[in-house]
């Protein structure tokens, strides 16, 4: 696939998902539009600035795969996921865990977006404190996700008890954000090399 068909096929894969799980969601239409807040904003922007700053192949594709992990959360709400469900009573566990999938996206995906903007930009150099520095600003765009819940939670009350997905657990918190650690971490340490081989391809298509 062509250098301009990728991208265009990602974004025709998540507009066609977006109106699909948009048309009846089960939950309801403030925890959809809350849940899928990240697709509404980030999708335009990458659109906006494909040309001046196209994002690898790799990149696009994750992308995509996480707007997925987003949109299904917003139809079901992250809390009533069947696929978490069948999970819950494969493993025996207390709760639905597509929520921890969620947020390990969360913290997969964007650590690599912050890698390859700071890379091209010249702000960061491979290496170990750029490794360290990725994962703490992948924990504060978690940290800010959080706040952004109880600030939510705040305004609105209970009609954001599905947009928080806690399910009763107390330390829901500090979870969601080792998840997203745990994510970055796993995607510098996976992918980091054929990320490289990605963005080089940018240069020599």
Not at 91 to 112: E, K
Not at 138 to 157: D, K, P
Not at 186 to 191: D, M, Q, R
Request: charged content about 15%; glycine content about 8%; aromatic content about 12%.
């Amino acid at each position: 696939m062509t250098a301009k068909r990728f991208p265009l096929a990602m974004l025709l894969f998540t507009a066609a998902a977006f109106l699909l799980l948009a048309w009846h969601p089960r939950a309801d239409r403030f925890t959809w539009f809350m849940e899928n807040v990240p697709v509404l904003i980030g999708a335009p922007v990458l659109v906006l600035t494909h040309r001046r700053f196209p994002l690898s192949h790799l990149l696009y594709g994750l992308i995509a795969l996480h707007c997925l992990v987003l949109m299904v959360g917003g139809y079901w709400t992250y809390a009533e996921v069947p696929a978490g469900h069948w999970v819950k009573a494969w493993l025996h566990l207390a709760r639905n865990p597509y929520d921890r999938l969620g947020h390990l996206f969360q913290g997969f995906v964007p650590v690599l977006v912050f890698r390859e903007v700071m890379l091209r930009k010249g702000v960061l150099r491979p290496g170990a404190w750029s490794v360290v520095v990725l994962l703490f600003m992948t924990l504060g765009l978690s940290a800010s996700y959080e706040l952004l819940e109880w600030q939510t939670a705040v305004w609105t009350g209970s009609s954001a008890d599905a947009f928080l997905g806690s399910q009763g657990d107390p330390w829901d918190t500090q979870w969601d954000m080792a998840c997203a650690l745990i994510g970055a971490s796993l995607a510098l340490g996976l992918l980091s090399r054929i990320h490289d081989r990605s963005m080089e391809k940018l240069s020599n298509p």
